[in-house]
């Protein structure tokens, strides 16, 4: 496999299992929330907003997000409905990179050439463990920067006395979900590769 074929086939991998790892790690994310003492509410209360404000940025035809007591500002309400966007884009293309990854793969299985992704792999989970750390390191810089790359807005920005559900949402919040994607991420990678070494040992027995 030529140099710009496995940096192609590596990004459709990466593409897949990172898409798929993020949208796992969203729906897990409400194992990560703590209730601050500030919003006066039980935990119940609490989850339940921040459940339907999942449902809201995940399906396409919830069309306004049913948050109870945790009121949004306009400015707020239409961050959400940029970042469901996103996270609507991301559940397609996790679609479409995974059903092209699974046929490449089993068209390679076919002709005993899964050992060809050994090696690229492998850089490829070294390189994503050298960037994930030193943006862990410093995740206030990257949180803000990709904001800023992200959004041409600065809706992000919410105050609590009028968007209290950031008080759900402080940076821990995001950089533990963040931990959690890419954790996620290179079990998947590593579980593929796994399986990959494994499949080429049984082949040369």
Same mark, same amino acid.
Request: net charge positive; charged share 10%; proline share 4%.
């Given at each position: *496999?030529?140099?710009?074929?496995?940096?192609?086939?590596?990004?459709? @991998?990466?593409?897949?299992?990172?898409? =798929?790892?993020?949208?796992?790690? +969203?729906?897990? !994310?409400?194992? /990560? @929330?703590?209730?601050?003492?500030?919003?006066? +509410? !039980?935990?119940?209360?609490?989850?339940?907003?921040?459940?339907?404000? /999942?449902?809201?940025?995940? +399906?396409?035809?919830?069309? #306004?997000?049913? /948050?109870?007591?945790?009121?949004?500002?306009?400015?707020?309400?239409?961050? %959400?409905?940029?970042?469901?966007?996103?996270? $609507?884009?991301?559940?397609?293309?996790?679609?479409?990179?995974?059903?092209?990854?699974?046929?490449?793969? =089993?068209?390679?299985?076919?002709?005993?050439?899964?050992?060809? $992704?050994?090696?690229?792999?492998?850089?490829?989970?070294? @390189?994503?463990?050298?960037?994930?750390?030193?943006?862990?390191?410093?995740?206030? &810089?990257?949180?803000?920067?990709?904001?800023? #790359?992200?959004?041409?807005?600065?809706?992000? @920005?919410?105050?609590?006395?009028? &968007?209290?559900? =950031?008080?759900? *949402?402080?940076?821990?919040?995001?950089?533990?979900? %963040?931990? +959690?994607?890419?954790?996620?991420?290179?079990? %998947?990678?590593?579980?593929?590769?796994?399986?990959?070494?494994? &499949?080429?040992? $049984?082949?040369? $027995?």
């Amino acid at each position: *496999m030529n140099n710009v074929k496995a940096v192609l086939v590596c990004g459709l @991998i990466v593409t897949a299992l990172a898409s =798929i790892a993020f949208l796992l790690a +969203l729906n897990l !994310s409400p194992l /990560l @929330i703590t209730v601050p003492h500030q919003l006066g +509410l !039980s935990r119940s209360s609490i989850l339940r907003a921040y459940e339907h404000l /999942l449902l809201y940025l995940q +399906l396409p035809g919830v069309t #306004v997000p049913q /948050l109870g007591a945790l009121k949004l500002s306009k400015a707020a309400a239409q961050h %959400f409905t940029d970042v469901k966007n996103y996270i $609507l884009a991301t559940e397609l293309l996790a679609v479409i990179s995974t059903g092209i990854t699974v046929k490449y793969l =089993i068209a390679k299985k076919r002709r005993q050439q899964l050992w060809q $992704l050994l090696t690229p792999l492998q850089y490829l989970i070294s @390189i994503l463990v050298i960037i994930s750390t030193l943006s862990v390191i410093n995740f206030a &810089d990257f949180f803000i920067r990709s904001h800023y #790359v992200l959004f041409h807005n600065m809706n992000w @920005i919410f105050s609590p006395t009028h &968007d209290p559900i =950031i008080l759900l *949402m402080p940076l821990s919040f995001f950089s533990h979900v %963040f931990i +959690l994607w890419i954790g996620l991420l290179l079990v %998947f990678l590593i579980v593929l590769w796994g399986s990959i070494w494994f &499949d080429t040992r $049984l082949l040369k $027995l």
